[in-house]
């Protein structure tokens, strides 16, 4: 059977992908999904025809700013309960704490940072929440992490598929990359940590 990577990507379709960004941006559980390649590879393959990029950009926009609202309500309602919640097969405390130390370092801005920074990206409107940030405040940092996040990654993809003759011919070995080095700094700092561990 041919692996048509482009077709999977069409057959889900531009909802799927609504879906995907806004678990990412908001639902605890949304940690492992591949937002940043997904968005790169979601440009790339509008260059070549198969979506329209301005009805991707906009949906996909309003994706991750509604979906960063909900994880700011969900923490909101929680409260600092959260951070005693136990690890599971869905949700791992050291990825909460590490959204926190970043919010405490960042303050509001962390909002528009951890949209461009794996894991910290679906934890930190949930830390925002629980942490008692005016939602006046959240939602203009929302607002413009989502916008730049969605656009940036996009227009990235889009314009990296215009400018390489015959991109079709190298689809799967550049999606290939984007992947992987999207999952690139959340390898570095497993390995980081677990060396951290060792040391003690």
Known sequence: M?????????????????FIIFAESGLFFGFFLPGDSLLVTAGLL???????ILVLGFLLM???ILGDSVGYWFGKKVGPSIFKREDSLLFKKSHLTKAHKFYE?????????ARFIPIVRTFAPIVAGAAGMDYKNFISFNIIGGIGWVWGMLLLGYFLGSAIPNVDTYLFPIIFLIVLLSILPGIIEVIKSRKGEKKI
Request: no cysteine; glycine share 14%; hydrophobic share 45%.
């Open 46 to 52: 509008a260059s070549q025809g198969y979506f329209q």
């Open 62 to 64: 309003f994706a991750a």
């Open 2 to 18: 041919h692996f048509d990577l482009p077709y999977i990507i069409q057959t889900v379709g531009v909802l799927g992908l609504f």
């Open 105 to 113: 370092n960042h303050g509001g801005k962390t909002i528009i940072l």
